[in-house]
């Protein structure tokens, strides 16, 4: 039985480490990188070199994680603004209804678990996100947010 569903065209690095219980497809996963298990990545998508992905997390079409960034458990990505199941009419959506939101982690980034990131956020460099948040805005570096919706908690000092 097939456990990991990592399809052709998903690029991946040097040393990359895939738990079981994944699907992959049309995405690049960085050298040294780790995903855990039942993580889904999409096409179109990123994770960076270095990075650790956790269990449950759903990294959508848009998503681009630089290098050396920590995403916690159960963390969920989204990549529409205004998502509908049907046209008007009633007909199922397809691709060519709807567009794509890009989403940007920065490089050294942490995002606690259960953190829902919606689409069109830059997450700065060295910044960290509670657990739990809901991102609506922009996270500037080196800065803790936290809560629904995400609030400053406090800078983190550059060393």
Not at 85 to 103: F, H, K, N
Not at 116 to 141: F, H, K, R, Y
Request: charged fraction near 20%.
């Amino acid at each position: 039985m097939e456990k990991r569903n990592v399809a052709p065209d998903v690029r991946l690095g040097e040393n990359v480490f895939l738990n079981d219980f994944i699907n992959l497809y049309g995405c690049t996963i960085g050298d040294n990188s780790r995903i855990g298990p039942f993580v889904e990545i999409q096409k179109n998508a990123s994770v960076g070199k270095n990075c650790k992905i956790q269990s449950h997390t759903f990294i959508c079409e848009g998503v681009h994680i630089e290098d050396d960034v920590f995403v916690g458990h159960g963390v969920m990505f989204i990549n529409d603004r205004y998502p509908r199941s049907t046209r008007e009419g009633g007909a199922l959506q397809t691709e060519s209804d709807w567009a794509v939101i890009p989403t940007r982690i920065g490089r050294r980034a942490s995002i606690g678990s259960n953190a829902t990131i919606l689409c069109g956020v830059t997450i700065g460099q060295n910044a960290i996100v509670g657990a739990g948040s809901v991102v609506v805005n922009d996270v500037p570096d080196n800065t803790i947010v936290a809560g629904n919706p995400a609030k400053t908690i406090r800078k983190i000092p550059v060393e």
